[in-house]
């Protein structure tokens, strides 16, 4: 029973570059999250997608895209990384008016 | 704009006294309220929920509080382990909009 599954785990980039981060669930859940956490600032929501087919901006979007490819995997996209971006990134998914389940993270380091 | 707060940074208890954190929240439409506890390298865990209907919910050593008049919730822990030292987190969702505070780190004392 996987839960939510994130990769990578590490990933070190340099200014400009782009990359994919993954999430996928098993649990047949409606609501996929995309959140970042650095110190201070506890969790903020970059997108959600309340189903398959929709996403919806959150608290900090700018730099971000994210794909809702199916109810299953939820993508999150830099296009040209910042620092600024070097964060932890958690998925999370819901069924919906429930607690979210997240992912172990993402340690993304932009230099 | 940060729409849930956790005004206190971090809150130190001596083992087998009471815990207790608080949440403030500023959107009037957030309609479920949850407690998560989070350890270092790892993705946050559901601690406790509550709904907007409701003002109190009890899990074992847990309570959650809801005030929907002062907009603010409050995580009561009795009595506070060594184990239940973490980060706690607590968030608030409005249809599948769901916002965190920037948490509170418990150290519980043996």
């Known amino acids: 029973n996987a839960g939510v599954t994130q990769t990578p785990k590490f990933q070190v980039l340099k200014t400009g570059q782009s990359m994919t981060l993954q999430c996928a669930q098993d649990?047949?859940?409606?609501?996929m999250y995309w959140y970042r956490q650095d110190p201070g600032m506890g969790l903020r929501l970059i997108y959600y997608?309340?189903?398959?087919?929709?996403?919806d901006k959150g608290e900090v979007p700018n730099g971000y895209n994210v794909s809702r490819l199916n109810k299953r995997e939820f993508s999150l996209r830099l296009e040209s990384a910042a620092p600024s971006q070097t964060s932890v990134y958690f998925c999370?998914?819901?069924?919906?008016?429930?607690?979210?389940?997240f992912g172990q993270g993402t340690r993304l380091t932009v230099v | 704009d940060q729409q849930v707060k956790q005004n206190s940074p971090s809150l130190s208890v001596q083992e087998g006294r009471i815990s207790i954190l608080n949440c403030d929240y500023t959107?009037?439409?957030?309609?479920?309220f949850l407690w998560y506890k989070k350890y270092p390298a790892e993705g946050p865990t559901f601690l406790i929920s509550?709904?907007?209907?409701?003002d109190k919910n009890e899990d074992g050593r847990f309570t959650v509080f809801l005030n929907k008049s002062a907009k603010h919730l409050s995580l009561h822990i009795v009595p506070s382990q060594p184990g239940d030292s973490a980060v706690y987190f607590c968030?608030?969702?409005?249809?599948?909009?769901?916002?965190f505070g920037a948490g509170t780190r418990l150290t519980v004392k043996p």
């Open positions: 999370a998914s819901t069924p919906g008016f429930a607690e979210a389940f």
């Open positions: 649990m047949n859940h409606n609501s």
């Open positions: 997608s309340a189903s398959e087919g929709t996403t």
């Open positions: 959107n009037s439409m957030f309609d479920y």
């Open positions: 509550i709904s907007s209907i409701k």
């Open positions: 968030a608030a969702s409005e249809d599948n909009d769901m916002r």
